[in-house]
């Protein structure tokens, strides 16, 4: 997933490069790169999700990681695995109508017309992937326990 968001990312980069270069140097602007980065954009963060549920590398703040025990910790991480998995799925169930409304809809970009739903696309991706990535992850946990934090476990002595 990294490296295909990366790709994604080049993508961007270059196809920025490649639009500003036209515009300045040779008086001839790309037209609809605002809905080709849109979707990219889109793609981009969509595709990379599912690594970083995958890896378990959300975004934590440890305000009581310090101050309590190693099973402590590993409780509460797999409580928020849990609610994790709740919040994906239930955001999951929510986007299926604006979805399906984009759909039925065929509303289009401005220049390009590129149906509107297919931005979309990555974003179900992203969520379905998230949600199979989190039950990997919880399964692993369990049937393996949660890695160690080499700083805070040699704190404790565990």
Do not use: C
């Amino acid at each position: 997933m990294g490296l295909a968001a990366a790709l994604v990312l080049v993508f961007m980069m270059l196809f920025t490069t490649y639009a500003v270069s036209m515009r300045n140097f040779f008086d001839a602007p790309v037209l609809g790169v605002v809905d080709i980065m849109e979707l990219a954009l889109v793609a981009l963060i969509f595709i990379a999700m599912p690594g970083v549920f995958l890896r378990d590398e959300n975004v934590t703040v440890d305000v009581i990681d310090q101050l309590v025990s190693r099973k402590v910790r590993v409780a509460l991480r797999f409580f928020g695995l849990v609610l994790t998995l709740g919040f994906l799925i239930m955001m999951m169930i929510e986007m299926i109508e604006p979805a399906l409304d984009k759909f039925n809809e065929e509303e289009v970009t401005m220049t390009l017309e590129i149906n509107r739903f297919i931005h979309w696309i990555p974003i179900i991706f992203g969520f379905v992937v998230s949600i199979f990535a989190t039950i990997w992850v919880i399964y692993f946990y369990a049937r393996h326990g949660a890695p160690k934090d080499p700083k805070l476990d040699a704190e404790f002595g565990n």
